[in-house]
């Protein structure tokens, strides 16, 4: 069982929607990242959280739109999506940013866009 | 992004084999880290290596940390059906803040009954 949690589990959403995914720990990680990933290859990196607020922005368009409440919650918003947006959706905490601690990663949310 | 070399790309064995896999990059790094995926789940953490020339096991599986800092090496003896599954290496290069992961391209690797 990981100690990251990622919620739905899977998503189906026609491109008109808006949903929202989210990703909770309770490890006292400082640092939570988003990541992409397709069949068959390694997660892409989309944003990072240091300390709840922001530091990468690896150039995602703007209908993903991340938040980070407070040190134990990131969520991911989702609105006008397209096809190609299709994969599975991780999330992962590290205890420091600074620091080389490792990343430990949720299951993933499964997103199908119709 | 910036993705590293990673080999086999899938290794199909049979049960009780020995296993062997590599990553290399043309940049140094000093964190490496190992983990395996498995379908319908997010990587999970095998091994962390944290320092050139570091050699570590968990359990039958061990990593080393190349000297050069821009290679890495994991080995799973004695195989088993679990073994299954999507392995990655990530390597990081921690500096200041928010470093990020350098992912593997990934080996499958697939167990013969």
């Known amino acids: 069982d990981t100690e990251v949690t990622q919620t739905p589990k899977h998503l189906v959403m026609g491109m008109t929607n808006k949903k929202s995914l989210k990703c909770e720990q309770h490890m006292g990680h400082r640092a939570m990242y988003w990541y992409k990933q397709k069949a068959k290859k390694p997660p892409e990196l989309m944003f990072v959280?240091?300390?709840?607020?922001?530091?990468i922005n690896e150039s995602v368009p703007s209908r993903f739109s991340p938040e980070c409440p407070n040190s134990s919650l990131l969520n991911l918003h989702l609105h006008a999506l397209q096809p190609e947006d299709s994969a599975l959706y991780l999330c992962?905490?590290?205890?420091?940013?600074?620091?080389?601690?490792?990343?430990?990663f949720g299951d993933g949310t499964r997103l199908s866009i119709l | 992004g910036q993705q590293l070399n990673q080999s086999p790309q899938s290794m199909f064995i049979q049960e009780g084999e020995d296993v062997s896999m590599n990553c290399t990059s043309s940049s140094i790094f000093n964190t490496w880290l190992w983990y395996k995926q498995e379908p319908g789940e997010g990587p999970v953490l095998l091994i962390a290596l944290y320092k050139a020339g570091e050699l570590t096991s968990n359990g039958r599986l061990t990593a080393q940390f190349g000297i050069t800092r821009k290679d890495s090496f994991l080995n799973i003896s004695a195989s088993i059906p679990s073994d299954v599954g999507i392995y990655f290496c990530a390597g990081q290069r921690v500096n200041f803040g928010n470093e990020k992961l350098t992912f593997g391209t990934g080996t499958r690797l697939t167990i013969i009954p």
């Open positions: 992962a905490s590290s205890l420091n940013p600074a620091g080389p601690q490792p990343q430990h």
């Open positions: 959280y240091s300390y709840e607020k922001l530091s």
